[in-house]
């Protein structure tokens, strides 16, 4: 299958019942959150797993791939590029509901740092209600964007590390603030001594989401 992103695919079925779009973060690709998936697909044998690389390469790291631009830039700047962003995953999004002909109520997406951020914004924006959103380390990119913009209330699962140097916690404490406000029912999770990573019970905690979910 092609794909307007370059996607790397795990327990490729014929006939999924359900999918999970894995958004990865700033400077990495597909293959790097593909352990993610692979740490999954026994558990979900009817679930394909797709982990695009983001749409633009990277400027700190040109091997990598960013979502959108995040150096340097005003708020205005950075919410602009990541309307880019938005665009196109939403588009790899309907890619996958096609060509799999799956249910939008079967699809999940689940980000990491700045793959959270995209996964966040564009799963609220859009007005077909995909089943959930599991955010690793991430933030709202712009949070009076969204509150003008949101048009589905997923399920949500929030998780980050208490010593996150690269999104600090406050980032988390602010996005849980902003859904508990806009009654948008969330989970949320801490990790003690855990920095910009996802640790083996964020993966444990994330699979029996997903299972109850999808």
């Not at 999954?40 to 390469?57: G, Q, R, S, Y």
């Not at 699809?107 to 914004?121: D, E, H, K, P, T």
């Not at 009654?183 to 993966?203: A, D, V, Y």
């Amino acid at each position: 299958m092609k794909y307007s992103l370059n996607t790397k695919i795990i327990n490729s079925i014929e006939s999924p019942e359900s999918a999970i779009i894995l958004c990865h973060g700033y400077g990495g690709d597909g293959n790097d959150i593909s352990i993610v998936a692979n740490y999954w697909k026994n558990f979900l044998p009817k679930t394909i797993f797709l982990c695009p690389d983001a749409p633009e390469i990277c400027k700190v790291n040109p091997s990598g791939f960013q979502w959108f631009d995040l150096m340097d830039q005003t708020p205005e700047e950075t919410l602009a590029k990541s309307l880019v962003a938005e665009n196109k995953l939403n588009k790899f999004i309907n890619e996958v509901i096609q060509q799999n002909k799956i249910n939008i109520n079967k699809i999940a997406l689940v980000g990491f740092s700045q793959g959270c951020m995209i996964s966040l914004q564009t799963s609220l924006k859009r007005k077909d209600k995909i089943s959930c959103v599991i955010g690793y380390s991430g933030k709202i990119i712009n949070q009076e964007h969204l509150d003008k913009n949101i048009a589905s209330k997923p399920e949500i699962y929030l998780m980050h590390g208490d010593i996150d140097q690269v999104v600090p916690l406050d980032n988390f404490l602010a996005s849980k603030e902003f859904f508990i406000n806009k009654n948008i029912k969330i989970n949320t999770k801490i990790f003690q001594n855990c920095e910009h990573r996802i640790p083996t019970e964020g993966l444990s905690i994330g699979l029996e989401f997903l299972k109850k979910n999808l």
